[in-house]
């Protein structure tokens, strides 16, 4: 049924008002407020639209749930109606509104009645949000009592944070932000929140509840953060770029990016191809062996050995990686210097899991998906399940082989041998030949060359397990490799089989939009024509200057910070300081974006189509390949712009080699950043990013290098030793986090370096603020919220980690990954701050504020 045209005002309440915002439904509103009354404060205070402007008041509106705001006269005015339709008399709908209840938000009452409200909030805020929004009257039903209360309310003036709006001062010294800006994060500070729950027993519930609650993870996803939301919005604005026309003046990059993208698209064409650009591949590498039966034993010697293998993985365009990793790297102790580097593969399921065997239900799900594949590519079912066993076991055997992190604790992956060298240590293998076929002829490699064996623990393993493994199956499982990469650009069937076995792993129950999917493809691999595009169309350059603000602030804190620390001996403390001065910084996309010629001589070796995508990849491959071998004699321009040319990425990132940091255009917006809010959010998200980067330059990895990104011990003797106590503090504290729903503890060792620049990152976020403070005095908390700008602060910070995710990637991610789930990134670095305690008064000894606190920076 149709709903009733429905009208209510709203204004900028300008008199006395105490409002009780339990919000019980027919109860009269007499006992909230005194509508009349303000009804006429309202109209008789002769200020425009109560304090409003248009577009404010239209967005409040929104924002509470009516389709429309706008003024007549003194007031702002709340609508589901078109304009047309909106009775002149405000008078004659107050009379029938008997039963209305008022909420306040945002410094704003606004009538409500019990039906209609849900369907009214269903729309786009409840959309872009990824927010499942049951009503708003639920929500605000949850809301803790009293929520605010404003006496002697008065207009002071125009705000300085958003040019067109008005400020209301709740009380002398208490004065609230009602500008448009203000309102808007109200509402999303807000309605993510619990505050039933007691903030200082688990802090991450009370600022993140309310998300939990209503957000719902749909079956293409695998989870909902402030990440993925922004990654969403920035996906949907490339979207719009990538599908305009090519123009016939379009610069390379450009044209380049969209024809990649029109050809991701092009499902048709994919579909009809199915298997067959991938077999023509497969043909030429000699075939794959379990499609091929008794045939491929009749395969050249040559074709049979792994190494023959890379090379003509390296002539079709395909990644040499899967039984080493193979690649030109910097000099660790000379960062300005290139060598080729041999390192442990990356496989296709995390190794320590890919370790536990054919038990471990994942890797149980990977041998049933390489079966099915092989079996959909031609292959009989039962020969599939043979073969494709032993290509399995090859894997996880190889797996076995991995030694990477204790090379890296033990530092002892520097390891410089010639060609000549490897040849005597390694002699199965003519090295000479296989580096002079795989890199550019132009090098003139020889005997001499010296070749980075990162760890050397794993060549002598996968040697020895080369030696025991039947040609066919190292074969079966090098072009495997070749198939599972290519999956992703192939039809649809395949790429159930895909879906299937990922789902293992990451729960996602359905692919994600084709749309979507493309934006990625060209975003990830074509990073700086798709940053380029971006920042020319979105951003704007005012959240550079700020961000840059935020990151001299944040890093004299840091200064500070360090200055104070009684646990360093001078010498180290000096060290530690002159590594901080010099991390260079990147905020948003380096000026060369501005020039298409410059970007242009990124792509030169590229070329696509619209109508192969799965020949561009081979291209793009190719194409990344010859540009990073070319590069081995040419010195390392330290912080290369193309380096820092992915805009389009909502993530930020510390370089060790390079000492840097960067902040891509893409995070600075959204729950990240917003030039015209109060600056303490600022601080407390993108804040807390750029504090986190800084300090991973002095985690248990970052403290190895020194401040030109040479891997080089700059610390002396002693000091070494009170890092090593004050981190295991840190790994001790989040090994005793337990994850609910997974039961699973939390991994502190492996967590160690993303936990520490936590710490130390809101530590420096929170004094920055204080700095800013001191420069700009005082600013304005927000209404709807009784909570003052700095508990405000560790309330956005928390934000930052508000997340709902699948169980499945949530104990992948505890297992596998270096960042502790959401929850702890907040529970464990609020319970180690002396300052959250204090503005959230939380007693010693509870959960939040603990006795014992962990603190490295
Ligand atoms: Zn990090």
Same mark, same amino acid.
């Given at each position: 049924m149709r709903e009733s045209v429905r009208i209510s005002w709203s204004c900028v309440i300008l008199h006395a008002v105490i409002i009780n915002a339990v919000f019980a439904f027919n109860t009269a509103y007499a006992q909230y407020i005194q509508p009349d009354k303000n009804l006429e404060a309202c109209q008789s205070s002769r200020i425009p639209c109560g304090g409003h402007t248009q577009a404010s008041c239209s967005r409040y509106c929104v924002m509470v749930g009516y389709s429309s705001g706008f003024c007549d006269g003194s007031c702002c005015l709340c609508s589901n109606a078109p304009a047309a339709q909106i009775p002149t008399s405000i008078n004659s709908q107050l009379g029938t509104g008997g039963s209305t209840t008022y909420i306040n938000i945002g410094g704003l009452l606004v009538p409500m009645k019990q039906q209609g409200f849900a369907s009214i909030m269903g729309g786009s805020l409840a959309q872009s949000y990824n927010l499942t929004i049951p009503t708003l009257a639920t929500q605000y039903n949850h809301l803790k009592t009293p929520s605010i209360s404003i006496p002697q309310t008065q207009i002071i003036g125009r705000d300085d944070i958003d040019n067109n709006d008005i400020i209301v001062s709740s009380s002398p010294g208490k004065e609230v932000c009602m500008s448009e800006a203000c309102g808007s994060e109200a509402w999303n500070i807000k309605s993510q929140m619990d505050e039933k729950v007691d903030p200082c027993d688990d802090f991450h519930a009370f600022a993140c509840g309310g998300f939990a609650r209503n957000t719902r993870i749909e079956k293409d996803q695998t989870e909902v953060t402030q990440f993925t939301i922004l990654r969403d919005k920035v996906a949907s604005q490339l979207r719009v770029l990538f599908e305009e026309n090519i123009s016939p003046r379009e610069a390379k990059p450009f044209a380049l990016a969209k024809k990649m993208y029109k050809s991701c698209m092009n499902t048709g064409l994919i579909e009809r191809l199915g298997f067959q650009p991938l077999k023509k591949v497969l043909k030429e590498l000699g075939g794959w062996p379990v499609l091929l039966g008794n045939e491929w034993r009749s395969a050249p010697d040559s074709w049979q050995k792994w190494e023959n293998l890379v090379v003509w993985f390296k002539e079709l365009g395909l990644n040499l990686d899967y039984f080493?990793?193979?690649?030109?790297?910097?000099?660790?102790?000379?960062?300005?210097?290139?060598?080729?580097?041999?390192?442990?593969?990356?496989?296709?399921?995390?190794?320590?899991?890919?370790?536990?065997?054919?038990?471990?239900?994942?890797?149980?799900?990977?041998?049933?998906?390489?079966?099915?594949?092989?079996?959909?590519?031609?292959?009989?079912?039962?020969?599939?399940?043979?073969?494709?066993?032993?290509?399995?076991?090859?894997?996880?055997?190889?797996?076995?082989?991995?030694?990477?992190?204790?090379?890296?604790?033990?530092?002892?992956?520097?390891?410089?041998?010639?060609?000549?060298?490897?040849?005597?240590?390694?002699?199965?293998?003519?090295?000479?030949?296989?580096?002079?076929?795989?890199?550019?002829?132009?090098?003139?490699?020889?005997?001499?060359?010296?070749?980075?064996?990162?760890?050397?623990?794993?060549?002598?393993?996968?040697?020895?397990?080369?030696?025991?493994?039947?040609?066919?199956?190292?074969?079966?499982?090098?072009?495997?490799?070749?198939?599972?990469?290519?999956?992703?650009?192939?039809?649809?069937?395949?790429?159930?089989?895909?879906?299937?076995?990922?789902?293992?792993?990451?729960?996602?129950?359905?692919?994600?939009?084709?749309?979507?999917?493309?934006?990625?493809?060209?975003?990830?691999?074509?990073?700086?024509?798709?940053?380029?595009?971006?920042?020319?169309?979105?951003?704007?350059?005012?959240?550079?200057?700020?961000?840059?603000?935020?990151?001299?602030?944040?890093?004299?804190?840091?200064?500070?910070?360090?200055?104070? +620390?009684? &646990?360093?001996? #001078?010498?180290?403390?000096?060290?530690? %300081?002159? @590594?901080?001065?010099? $991390?260079?910084?990147?905020?948003?996309?380096?000026?060369?974006?501005?020039?298409?010629?410059?970007?242009?001589?990124?792509?030169?070796?590229?070329?696509?189509?619209?109508?192969?995508?799965?020949?561009n990849i081979l291209n793009l491959v190719s194409g990344a390949i010859s540009s990073s071998f070319g590069s081995l004699r040419q010195p390392v321009k330290r912080s290369e712009w193309s380096t820092h040319g992915k805009n389009a990425v909502v993530n930020a990132f510390y370089l060790p080699l390079e000492n840097?940091?960067?902040?891509?255009?893409?995070?600075?917006?959204?729950?990240?950043?917003?030039?015209?809010?109060?600056?303490?959010?600022?601080?407390?998200?993108?804040?807390?990013?750029?504090?986190?980067?800084?300090?991973?330059?002095?985690?248990?990895?970052?403290?190895?290098?020194?401040?030109?990104?040479?891997?080089? +011990?700059? &610390?002396?003797? #002693?000091?070494?030793?009170?890092?090593? %106590?004050? @981190?295991?503090?840190? $790994?001790?504290?989040?090994?005793?986090?337990?994850?609910?729903?997974?039961?699973?503890?939390?991994?502190?060792?492996?967590?160690?370096?993303?936990?520490?620049?936590?710490?130390?990152?809101?530590?420096?976020?929170?004094?920055?603020?204080?700095?800013?403070?001191?420069?700009?005095?005082?600013?304005?908390?927000?209404?709807?919220?009784?909570?003052?700008?700095?508990?405000?602060?560790?309330?956005?910070?928390?934000?930052?980690?508000?997340?709902?995710?699948?169980?499945?990637?949530?104990?992948?991610?505890?297992?596998?990954?270096?960042?502790?789930?959401?929850?702890?990134?907040?529970?464990?670095?609020?319970?180690?701050?002396?300052?959250?305690?204090?503005?959230?008064?939380?007693?010693?000894?509870?959960?939040?504020?603990?006795?014992?606190?962990?603190?490295?920076?």
């Open positions: 080493m990793r193979i690649s030109v790297e910097q000099d660790l102790q000379n960062v300005e210097k290139r060598y080729i580097t041999i390192g442990e593969p990356a496989l296709n399921i995390n190794d320590e899991v890919m370790k536990r065997g054919l038990n471990e239900p994942v890797v149980n799900a990977y041998y049933k998906y390489m079966v099915e594949m092989a079996v959909q590519m031609g292959a009989g079912r039962e020969q599939a399940k043979r073969e494709m066993l032993d290509a399995a076991n090859f894997e996880i055997n190889m797996a076995k082989c991995f030694f990477r992190h204790a090379g890296t604790k033990s530092g002892n992956f520097y390891n410089p041998m010639t060609i000549k060298q490897m040849s005597i240590q390694y002699p199965s293998i003519p090295w000479l030949e296989f580096f002079q076929r795989i890199m550019p002829a132009s090098l003139g490699i020889t005997e001499k060359e010296i070749i980075m064996v990162s760890v050397p623990r794993y060549l002598d393993c996968f040697f020895e397990l080369v030696a025991k493994t039947d040609p066919r199956t190292i074969t079966n499982y090098g072009v495997w490799r070749v198939v599972s990469a290519s999956v992703s650009y192939l039809h649809k069937s395949a790429r159930s089989l895909q879906l299937e076995f990922m789902s293992t792993i990451t729960g996602q129950k359905q692919m994600q939009p084709r749309w979507k999917e493309c934006t990625t493809i060209v975003q990830t691999n074509l990073g700086n024509a798709a940053g380029a595009m971006y920042i020319r169309r979105y951003f704007n350059d005012k959240a550079k200057s700020d961000a840059l603000e935020m990151v001299q602030d944040i890093r004299r804190a840091f200064l500070e910070i360090l200055n104070e +620390n009684d &646990w360093m001996d #001078s010498y180290t403390k000096g060290m530690a %300081r002159e @590594k901080a001065q010099e $991390i260079s910084v990147h905020i948003g996309y380096p000026e060369e974006h501005k020039s298409d010629a410059k970007i242009a001589a990124l792509y030169a070796q590229f070329d696509f189509k619209e109508n192969e995508y799965y020949g840097s940091i960067q902040f891509p255009a893409a995070i600075l917006q959204g729950h990240f950043f917003n030039a015209s809010r109060p600056k303490y959010l600022n601080y407390a998200s993108i804040g807390w990013v750029i504090g986190h980067e800084i300090t991973h330059g002095f985690d248990d990895q970052g403290h190895q290098f020194d401040k030109l990104g040479n891997y080089k +011990n700059w &610390w002396a003797g #002693s000091t070494k030793q009170t890092f090593d %106590r004050k @981190k295991q503090c840190i $790994i001790d504290q989040y090994s005793s986090f337990k994850s609910h729903s997974t039961g699973l503890n939390l991994n502190g060792e492996k967590s160690q370096g993303e936990n520490i620049a936590d710490n130390g990152g809101i530590k420096q976020a929170y004094r920055g603020y204080e700095y800013w403070l001191a420069r700009n005095g005082r600013e304005k908390s927000l209404a709807g919220l009784n909570y003052s700008p700095k508990q405000l602060f560790w309330i956005s910070a928390a934000q930052n980690w508000c997340t709902v995710q699948r169980d499945e990637i949530l104990k992948h991610n505890i297992l596998t990954g270096v960042h502790s789930p959401g929850e702890f990134r907040v529970r464990g670095t609020f319970a180690n701050s002396e300052e959250f305690a204090r503005d959230f008064q939380c007693q010693r000894g509870k959960r939040m504020n603990p006795v014992k606190k962990c603190s490295v920076w």
